[in-house]
């Protein structure tokens, strides 16, 4: 089940801004999708000429990337894209790409520039068309090496240290088609009017037109499941994410009640996190929902087992297992599943041997479907995490669902450090009640990507009344993050600190200790297990 649009494609060189590139283009409104940069010319053949069943692409950008293009292992992209007759416009490292690879010098980085810098650039050219800043623009460099001469091409901006900083040189015969480069970042922030340069490539430029916006994905997809499953019967499993609740209620939506959802308390949730999703899903959305008590199930399966792999294979094949058992007594031909758009690139980069490697074996039900005979739908996989919120929010899913800080799979067992028992998760989950509602009140829960209690076996004395006495150590994570790859620990102000760690020491029973997590991710990840 693919988004059959016109599309603009991304090649990815392994550049820090490559998503954000991509990110940008959606937000312009034209659907954009990241390939890696040695993605075959045949993909792109049958893709630019509409016949890949996709829509078609109408420009590449190429990303930036960390090498230099005289490095011998630099990644390429096959020459074949300048005979494919669509624009081409590259960034910092595309620039320079297109530049060598069309007989240009590139100087190896003597004096490269970093940061803030003045370009002067042709205010008449298609790219900077409707800038009114008088052929001067602060722009955002983060390059080494630079473009010295190139035959052929046209210098549209200069800079103080590169002076082919932005160029375009023809790629079709009538002159009609260029290859744009640009030695700067308009995708960051700190380039003015980079949003203006982006949009000018895919419309002015490429002659995209605006499909992409959240409300037109809606009713194409919802069209798109009807047409794919014909009336078969559709499972999924239900974690009250915001990831599975998006995807039940998008097939919901298509075809009513042949969706059967399956929520299975693993005894691993949150404080009243069972209860509030059954009454959203079943009670107010009134979606088909088969609600499974699994909690001894799965607490007998983790007795005795301290380490953290060992607990979410555990957990993985339980859920796999009870998943089953359900799945068939509805006799579905499909299973819908929550895949985003990040869990699909995190998971290409790493198997194609990229730096990006599985830290954790984050347990999903992907080895379900060719088991069971079912057929996948992955209806919201060309989502970012922020679209997935704006199409929970146009199919009525309520805030609360849609703002609630990411969960993870194995759920409390990835804060539970060693064994996982009751007594552990009572105090993890009531601690972690008291983080949630103490960063609500002090309006911080919105601000922040996670925020939980930490439990383990470590044993601190604490003074009751008169008595001294052992008790548990409880252990704060509050992380900000960009899509959970890096994280830092969030710098609360030592009164919501105290708050959070005075009620958690009166109100769980068997905790003496409280302390803050403040390493960062790297090296540390943010759950603990
Ligand atoms: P880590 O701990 O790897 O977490 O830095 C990154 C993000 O992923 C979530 N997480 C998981 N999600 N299954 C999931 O579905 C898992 O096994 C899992 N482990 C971590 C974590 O909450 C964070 O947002």
Known sequence: ?????????????????????????????????????????????KATGGKSGKGKVRGIILSGSPFSVHEPDSPRCSPEIFELNIPILGICYGAQLIAYMRGGVVEEGRKGEFGRTELFFKPDSELFEGLNTGGRLNVWMSHGDVIRSLEGAEIIGYTKNSPIAAFRIPISNSHTIYAYGIQFHPEVHHTDNGDKILWNFLYRICGCERNWTMESFVRDKIEEIKRETGGSKVVCGLSGGIDSSTTAMLVSRAIGDNLTCIFIDNGLLRAGEAEEVLNTFRDRLKLKVVFVDARERFLNALRGINDAEAKRKVIGKLFIEIFEEEAKKIGADFLAQGTIYPDRIESARASSGSKASRIKSHHNVGALPAKMGLKLIEPIKELYKDEVREVAKELGIPQSIINRHPFPGPGLAARVIGEVTEEKLRICREASRIVEEELKRSGWYDRVWQAFAIVGDDLATGVLGDARSLGRIVTIRVVESVEAMTADFVKLPYEVLEDISRRITNEVRGVTWVTYAISSKPPSTIEPC
């Open 1 to 45: 089940m693919t988004w059959n649009r016109d599309r603009v494609v991304v090649l990815d060189f392994g550049g820090q801004y490559s998503h954000l590139i991509v990110r940008r283009c959606r937000d312009l409104g034209v659907y954009t999708e990241l390939l890696p940069s040695d993605v075959p010319i045949e993909e792109l053949k």
